[in-house]
Nanobody
């Protein structure tokens, strides 16, 4: 059973940086990608970035390209999301998720999800 656990959220000020972690366990064989999404109350989950497994490439939503960076540490089974120049609009619950559709940005294609970590950007 694949399990994902996010950490690293918190309260930061506008302009700050924050790094989220997603620890992944129970990987099954085959192609996969790990993505970061975020969600605010009453809205759909928004795709942010994904990285393909086993040293594969990353892809980003246009809205965060250049400001967010996704990376993976295969030895630690952990995926990171480095966020910079944070704005109040970045306030949300951030989730990581796993899919076998390795180019998908659609949350419906992601089979496994973490419980989320809250990021609040406020002065």
């Amino acid at each position: 059973q694949v399990q994902l656990t996010e950490s690293g959220g918190g309260l930061v000020q506008p302009g700050d940086s924050l790094k989220l972690s997603c620890a992944v366990s129970g990987h099954s064989a085959g192609l996969y990608a790990i993505a970061w999404f975020r969600q605010t109350p009453g809205t759909e989950r928004e795709f942010l970035a994904a990285i393909r497994g086993n040293g594969g490439s990353a892809f980003y939503a246009h809205s965060v390209r250049g400001r967010f960076l996704i990376s993976g540490d295969d030895a630690r089974n952990t995926v990171y999301l480095q966020m910079t120049h944070l704005k109040s609009d970045d306030t949300a619950t951030y989730y990581c998720a796993r899919t076998t559709y390795i180019s998908s940005t659609d949350p419906r294609d992601y089979e496994y999800w973490g419980q989320g970590t809250q990021v609040t950007v406020s002065s």
